[in-house]
């Protein structure tokens, strides 16, 4: 299946939705680990540890954290790492502290090392997490008995190729881009990379004039291009970036030099300004994983595991370890997706349905 396929296969229907193996050889021992005790809804309490409230996808996620608890009449916390790991991490030990075997977190680390103090602190006290995005290769949920719930995430490479051809598209096949990328050592950041130089190097006549890490922060991104428009002026047919965040940044640039819809950028996410930056002929594509959706499906996971709706350690490792579907969104078919998703008002998401967006296992 192409990258394309890959991402067609989940069709234009945003509202979908989504976790468990038992211990086996090589299981660590952590203190607290497999313990298990059901709470009543009401007696949980919710936190989704994000990086910011002043990027998009972020706020999409915290809403979707207070929708799902909203409905199951819990308490919800926002904790904000603002990208600093010490912080993220202190964070959450401060909430386990107050909540003990009741806390219910949703997680995305700053950093894949953050994952593993975060699993460990959270078994410790008997609480439930479910992380995204970012873990070590060797953490695993299982590992920790039914603690740490999953870990969930979306395949970069295939969103990094699609994106990459259709910003070459737009371009008309051929010419000189510039990119933006994430944190280095952010997982999604090294695929969404990869797919991007893959579709380079199958493409052959595009150039790639500069490539920059604005750690997935618009106003970095913002500073990068306007430094860029300067340096290579009309050289520049294309700005391809790794998140919707820093290709709002680097669109606001275009903006202010008169460029916007001369230079198309692309993204990945699908935030409703990318999304409309698409819809008006400024953006070639993004790639929606739906924010929200993600902030209230980690919760209910962790949650399920709390109530003892699930078992997690009953699960098989690949409803705890895998990548959900995402959905490219091109200029050729935004104005469907926008019909279908933002105008006619969809559904709630059915928080119940854990595996609905299952792709496959990590």
Known sequence: MSPRSFYEAAKLNRRRFLIGSALGAGTLIVPGAGLRAAFAAEDVALASSIRSLSNAFHVAWNKGGEAFAQSIGAPHSAL???????????????????NGAKSVLGVDPNDAPDARPIAEAVSEAGGFVTTVWNKPDDLHPWDFGDNYVAHMSFDGNPAGVDTANALFESMGGSGGIVALGGIPSNTPAIQRKAGLMKAIEDNGNIELLDFQDADWDATKANNIVSAWVTRFGSDIKGIWAANDGMAIGALEALRAEGLAGQILV???????????????GEMAATVDWDPSWIGGIALSLSYHAATGKLTPSSEPKEHREFYANGVTITQADVEEYWKTNIESSPPAPDWNDLWGRFDRQI
């Open 80 to 98: 904000i790492t603002e990208g600093n790991s010490e912080k993220g991490v202190a964070d959450i030990r401060a909430f386990l502290a107050q």
């Open 266 to 280: 692309t993204g990945i996410d699908g935030t409703k300004d990318a999304i409309t930056a698409v819809k008006n």
